[in-house]
């Protein structure tokens, strides 16, 4: 009977964590950087979602239509600046406000800040109202338009900007590609 012998040297075993651990070292920071793109493009995504959803359905109802952030508030959401949610509802009051009691409906409540993301723009209202025509309208009159940055913590190299045109169309830039007065993410 022959007797062989069984495992890895040290040597085999030293040059296999030094693999593992180059790997770590690369891979570890491409994979939280990947994270934290996935993030900004799912907020950013919702919330244009929830835009071209209020336009249709406003176009479709003949009425108005309203977005803004929101938190659920007993049985009801109720439309707040700090709201993690989104909620489109049929507006019939034309206040920007969400009152079932007024016939408003929902239409959509969603979740839409992501991880960290933080959203700053002083131009814009809490909330975006589409006309039946499918134009931005505010409470009052005038149209709504203006930017929204999405920030977290890398800082505007990182940041992407909502801009939302007078006719009521978001587009998602990237803050580098912006011109004019955007704001910058605080540190």
Partial sequence: MINQQ???TLVELLYTLAVAALIMG????????TMRNSS????TNSIVTA????????IKRRGRVTVCPAELVGAEPACQADGTSLLVFANVADDA?????????????????????????????????YTAAGFTRA???????GNLVF?????TPSARVLNLSATGRPQI???????GPVPACSP
Avoid: K
């Fill in 6 to 8: 069984r495992g890895f």
């Fill in 26 to 33: 690369v891979g570890v920071p491409t994979f939280t950087q």
């Fill in 40 to 43: 900004m493009t799912a907020t």
């Fill in 51 to 58: 835009m071209h959803s209020a336009r249709s359905e406003a």
């Fill in 97 to 129: 406000s969400f009152d079932s009691a007024n016939g408003d409906l929902i239409i959509q409540f969603q979740d839409w800040i992501r991880g960290d993301v933080t959203t700053t723009g002083a131009d814009l209202p809490g909330y975006v109202t």
């Fill in 139 to 145: 409470i009052g009159g005038g149209q709504i338009s």
């Fill in 151 to 155: 920030c977290d913590e890398r800082g």
């Fill in 173 to 179: 830039r990237r803050h580098a590609d912006m011109t």
